[in-house]
């Protein structure tokens, strides 16, 4: 099995937003509220490949996974609570946002090789520390992250809504 990634283009964008839906699909079968509104959008997944931060798992060819992977500050990020980020404040840092794996890949740990794909992509330009979230609930991505890594550093907050919290979490490369 040939596992890699690479950027997308602006024709992967229909199978990128099916991988989302997959995502959206199962979230909601596990009752999690991540991704049951309208986020993320087409027009979200076009920024990412328009600005060439989104990344896709190819597993023999074939899209399996989709990524955004920002080398720009996210503003979510700027406070935290319950906790803090390692390292020092004002270091610049990758996050990986919108990641989903196709589900007819489900079950064969890819989310590991993506993982450690999107972390060599980040050495590689430069940055020595990584940022993720995701759902308070979200026990199974929970459980990716820390295996590839992450420490839980605390809780952050979606566009300073309350009642959007999300685990926190950073590995120092």
Do not use: C
């Not at 609570?81 to 064969?108: C, F, L, V």
């Not at 026990?139 to 820390?146: E, S």
């Amino acid at each position: 099995m040939t596992k890699y990634v690479r950027q997308a283009a602006a024709a992967d964008l229909p199978a990128m937003l099916a991988i989302i839906e997959q995502g959206r699909e199962a979230l909601a079968a596990d009752h999690i509220p991540q991704w049951q509104g309208t986020y993320p959008l087409a027009s979200d997944l076009q920024a990412d490949i328009d600005a060439n931060r989104a990344w896709l798992l190819l597993v023999d060819g074939q899209i399996a996974g989709t990524a955004a992977l920002l080398t720009t500050p996210d503003p979510n990020y700027h406070q935290i609570y319950q906790g803090n980020w390692a390292g020092e404040p004002d270091a610049s840092y990758t996050s990986i946002h919108r990641i989903a794996i196709a589900s007819g890949y489900h079950g064969q740990h890819l989310a590991d090789t993506y993982f450690s794909n999107l972390m060599t992509l980040s050495y590689d330009a430069g940055f020595r520390q990584i940022r993720v979230d995701t759902h308070a609930l979200n026990q199974r991505m929970q459980h990716i992250i820390t295996k590839a890594g992450f420490d839980y550093r605390g809780i952050v907050y979606m566009a300073n809504d309350a009642t959007d919290q999300r685990n926190a979490y950073q590995i120092m490369l």
